[in-house]
């Protein structure tokens, strides 16, 4: 099945964005690729769907108010979202609230106890869309000296093999560039990303499952200061984050 989600997407996707399928955004840092998978989880929630969101490098509160600058405020869709946060300092979940966890999921079985989890609490709220499932600076979690190839092996996995849900995840190409690449060989769609200064975001479809695209590279039309934003909130969180992840 085919969506139209609105907006920029539509001119890049003109017949519809597929859905059951993996895309996978790569790109340098601080080329703004979590904004691209925002916009479509805000395309994805407008039509009836559901979403997990997996932040690794941000916080809850910095995403909310973040999909609220590109026009979705969260607390609208009440139901039909679930938020798991990283926590390399526990050992499994921690629930927070009805609908936030807190994860250790560079641990394999753990992203998929949090998925099982999200999936119960979605169950309430059933959706013709189905799920999509978020997820940025995932090559973050390769640090780890323990987990770091299986959680790899687990994300190469949902690209590649899982149907049940529509995937939309985002790397970085500055570090572990051959596990990036297997990722992107595994997606079904795979999209580039770059960053022109001053603070201009771009996106290139390299290939699409389904659904005709176009192939000329796309402006985002995000402001200077939301991409800005966004840098700055990924650097924050790297700078602590990275330590520990490596202690794993």
């Known amino acids: ?18 859905t059951n399928t993996s895309t996978l955004v790569s790109g340098p840092g ?3 690729k ?30 909310k108010n973040t999909m609220k600058l590109l026009g979705t405020n969260l607390n609208d869709y009440y139901g039909r979202v679930f938020f798991v946060e990283l926590d390399p300092m ?18 394999p079985d753990v992203w998929d106890e949090a998925l099982s989890l999200a999936n119960i609490y ?6 013709e869309l189905g799920t999509m499932v978020v ?3 995932l090559n973050l979690l390769f640090f780890s000296p323990t987990y770091g190839r299986a959680i790899h092996e687990k994300i190469k996995g949902a690209l590649s093999v899982d149907k049940t849900k529509t995937y939309f995840l985002i790397v970085n190409t500055d570090v572990f560039r051959g596990m990036v690449e297997e990722l992107e060989k595994s997606a079904d769609s795979l999209m580039f990303s770059r960053m022109e200064r001053p603070m201009r975001l771009f996106l290139r479809v390299e290939r699409v499952k389904g659904a ?5 590279e796309t402006e985002v039309p995000l ?26």
């Open 1 to 18: 099945m085919l969506v139209k989600l609105g907006g920029w997407i539509d001119r890049i996707l003109p017949q519809g964005f597929p």
């Open 30 to 32: 601080g080329s703004g």
């Open 34 to 63: 979590p904004l691209v998978g925002y916009a479509f989880a805000s395309g994805w929630l407008r039509n009836g769907g559901n979403v997990v969101f997996f932040l690794t490098s941000t916080t809850l509160e910095y995403l």
């Open 90 to 107: 526990i050992d499994a979940i921690e629930p927070v609230g009805d609908t936030h966890i807190r994860a250790n999921f560079i641990k």
């Open 122 to 127: 979605l169950s309430n709220s059933p959706s």
């Open 135 to 137: 997820g940025a600076a």
């Open 212 to 216: 005709p695209f176009e192939r000329k």
């Open 223 to 248: 402001s200077k200061g939301i991409l800005e934003e966004i840098r700055k909130e990924a650097e924050r969180g790297k700078k602590n984050l990275i330590p520990a992840i490596k202690r794993l």
